[in-house]
């Protein structure tokens, strides 16, 4: 039987947007959102879990809760093109989307830095 998860509370939600404005400088629209995942990897069925969405430059960002105090986040450019933290789970949800924000700032400027044209000549 799949598990239920408990909805993102108002403090979780609160330490998300501010995090995601901080980052941007500016007010960003956070969405609540559904997420399907397979909790463990030897799951057959699918996990319906609360999360958030944002879409800010181009990028997508998405945020579940696994369970109480159990979180886990990526960001997508096109769906092929999707990357993770590099840690399956956190169990602070502000670490965890901190740590989703920088990664995707440092894959941005890594973006920038190969797409502008080098000073040699």
Not at 91 to 113: F, P
């Amino acid at each position: 039987m799949p598990q239920k998860i408990s909805p993102m509370t108002d403090t979780e939600r609160w330490i998300v947007q501010q995090s995601v404005n901080e980052r941007y400088k500016r007010e960003v629209v956070v969405q609540d959102v559904e997420t399907e995942i397979r909790l463990y990897i030897d799951d057959r069925e699918l996990t319906l879990c609360p999360g958030f969405y944002w879409n800010e430059q181009g990028c997508h960002f998405v945020l579940s809760k696994t369970g109480d105090s159990r979180y886990r986040s990526m960001f997508f450019y096109r769906i092929r093109d999707r990357f993770s933290t590099g840690r399956e789970e956190y169990d602070d949800i502000g670490d965890c989307v901190t740590t989703l924000l920088k990664m995707q700032a440092d894959e941005e400027a890594k973006r920038l830095a190969e797409t502008e044209p080098s000073g040699n000549s």
